[in-house]
């Protein structure tokens, strides 16, 4: 036990902890706009009625608290490495690239909790009365969801460049605009293609 260094194994475990439940986050926010959505489209208003009051509270609930559980552990692991640990100021460049990626995560984070959260209960209590939503609610929710599902990839390459590259390419740099172009870029469309092709995947297996 003498060897084990406890502060470090906090350390590994607030990261462990973050990687989970943005796995989870993220697997959810992939579903819901590359499978839930097309499905839906296709449903006829009794398979909904049935379906929907079963399926989406599940879904949402560890769609939320992964979205909270990610956004906590990751403001800990920061406040830990990076503020306590010191290397905001011995490691800029790093800490900028990840301070980025916290910025589109706190956007997406919001987004859950305050804006398509908040929708979806009252698509799903919509559904369960026979009285619709709001026409407007169903396209806010759809809008903010797409909104995370388009953050989602600069954001995760921002996090992990940030660690592996990013210590040498200074954020205010020609190098830095062109990977921030790239990354927007390539994600931009990589989301786009898959959003457009996921109501077509066949069925067949």
Known sequence: ???????????YSVRWIHYVAGVCWIGLLYFLNLVNVPVQGKLDAGVKKVLTPELMPRVLF?????????????LTYYALLFEMGG?????PNWST??????LLGTIMWFNVWF???????????GVKSGTP???SIPKK????SRINTF????MLFFMGFGRHAGGNVPFLSLDGIVVLLLAGGIGSAVVWFSIKQSGSISTEV
């Open 141 to 144: 929710a759809l809008l903010f």
């Open 87 to 91: 290397l905001r100021a011995s490691a």
């Open 115 to 125: 804006v398509i959260w908040p929708a979806q209960r009252k698509i799903i209590n």
């Open 133 to 135: 939503a709001d026409a």
């Open 62 to 74: 560890w769609f939320r608290w992964g979205a909270m559980v990610t956004f906590l552990s990751g």
């Open 1 to 11: 036990m003498e060897n084990l260094d406890f502060n470090a194994l906090g350390l």
């Open 151 to 154: 953050l989602s990839v600069p």
């Open 97 to 102: 690239w990840i301070l980025l990626g916290m």
